[in-house]
């Protein structure tokens, strides 16, 4: 799934950010495909063909009259063997070449002869990026069906800050991945939360657990690439939100997680297109203590510490699930001992129809797990395997179950 397995020929051209288009080719490598550079002359100014052939291993291709390609066809040969073209960077001249149909390098004469889909990722300073010609050239790219993955904002290498600049390496992974994996929750609403809540004592102490929110990150970002549109609850994590997330609310507390929920699915309600998916992923707090001081609570003397009383929170996802309707509410358990039974308990306890429980109590914070997956009927066991792997063999358990009698 995604761009695993996938042969990808990577378009360098002539862009400052050319130098990133290394760092891409490990991250699409890393991702599982195998990457194949071309690069036009003007991208050969920037990076030399030597650095992309280190690291793919193949030979680099520039000029489409390269004797190495047996029958003189590279630009044929080339398009044939991808999955995917990528050009990364697009400069303004490459993708007004894209926009007119020009083959005038090997580069535009593979994109122009291919039969596998085509993205870019334009990078160019600000009043390039805004210029009309450029404008009017990337809506035609859209309208014949290319994908076009950014650009960003912020400083460029002209000095200047503004649009223009090429998405980071891993941001343009995750827009490639999402892009060619299938689309099973495509028009699906989604609501996540995910990572700890911190329940506050005082102003410098609270209570909170180690959650990491890696998990419901991972979740959030598989659900993007189904084709779902995804809304964020998180606690307080050190996450940056995955690509394609419609919006990310940060919340501290059980309480406020818990109204920013509602508020969501009750505007989405109103604006009748309402959640499909509620993703519980957060590890909540069940208690938080009774009373917060405004001020720091002093340590008197040694003999003297502090009583705390604790209160109930919201038990958010029984009440998302009580709602009428409800959206298809997925719950997660960190149980440490008799998994099942525990599981099956919850699965009951709060009207959910689905249960993922991590399996073994080691799970917060690392980047893989294993999980069981409960419904009324049956269990599933997804193997250890990374957090985005299994996010989306979970989004599949979903994707499979929305459309089922409940
Ligand atoms: C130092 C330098 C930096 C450049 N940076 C960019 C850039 O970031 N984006 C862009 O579209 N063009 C940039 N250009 C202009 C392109 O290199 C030029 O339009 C070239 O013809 C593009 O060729 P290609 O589209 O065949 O790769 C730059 C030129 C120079 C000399």
Redesign the pocket.
Known sequence: MGVSGKRIVLGV?????AYKAAVLTRELQRAGAQVQVVM????T??VGPATFQALTGEPVFVDQWDARIVNGMAHIELSRAADAIVIA???????A?LAQGRAG?L??TLCLARECPLAVA????RQ?WENPATQRNIQQLRNDGIEVVGPDSGDQ??GETGM?RMLEPEAIVEALASWLSPKPLLGKRVLITAGPTFEPIDPVRGITNRSSGKMGFALAGACVQAGAEVTLVAGPVSLDTPWGVRQRINVQTAQQMHDAVHRQLDAAAHAAHPHDVFIAVAAVADWRPASYSDAKIKKTDAQSVPQLQFTQNPDILASVAARKPAPYCVGFAAESDSLERHGRDKLIRKGIPLLVANIGHETFGRDDNELLVLDGSSQTRLARAPKHELARELVHEIARRLDLPR
């Open positions: 051209t002539g862009g400052v950010a036009t002359e003007a991208g100014r920037f960077p697009a400069s303004a001249d490459f993708i070449s390098d580069l535009a334009p990078a160019m300073n390039m290498a002209c223009g």
